[in-house]
């Protein structure tokens, strides 16, 4: 069974940048042939998808997001990154890696003055 731990969260200005950590438990084999998604889901609304990081490291945003965040993967380290610059306040919400229908325990995002 896999096993999703994010990490990073936090509170930061508007305008300001944070990193985001998912890292899935299991073999190596397992984690570099797999895509993973990122999701975030804000207080009072459903959870949106934001991107998608692809086995062979292509990559698909959200157009709220596009052009602002970048995600990554380390196939070493077995670990997804969620690298968000230029936040807005829209973007605090809790914030989270998934694979296939298995999901982390989110890390909250909040962007605030």
């Known amino acids: 069974q896999v096993h999703i731990v994010e990490s990073g969260g936090g509170l930061v200005q508007p305008g300001g940048s944070l990193r985001l950590s998912c890292v899935v438990s299991?073999?190596?084999?397992?984690?570099?042939?797999?895509?993973f998604r990122w999701s975030r889901q804000a207080p009072g609304n459903q959870r949106e998808w934001v991107g998608t990081i692809f086995y062979n490291e292509f990559t698909m945003y959200a157009d709220s997001v596009k052009g602002r965040f970048n995600i990554s993967r380390d196939n070493v380290r077995n670990t997804v990154y969620l690298q968000m610059n230029n936040l807005k306040r829209d973007d605090t919400a809790v914030y989270y890696c998934?694979?296939?229908?298995?999901w982390g325990q989110g890390t909250p995002v909040t962007v605030s003055s």
């Open positions: 998934g694979l296939g229908d298995d």
């Open positions: 299991g073999p190596r084999t397992m984690f570099i042939v797999n895509n």
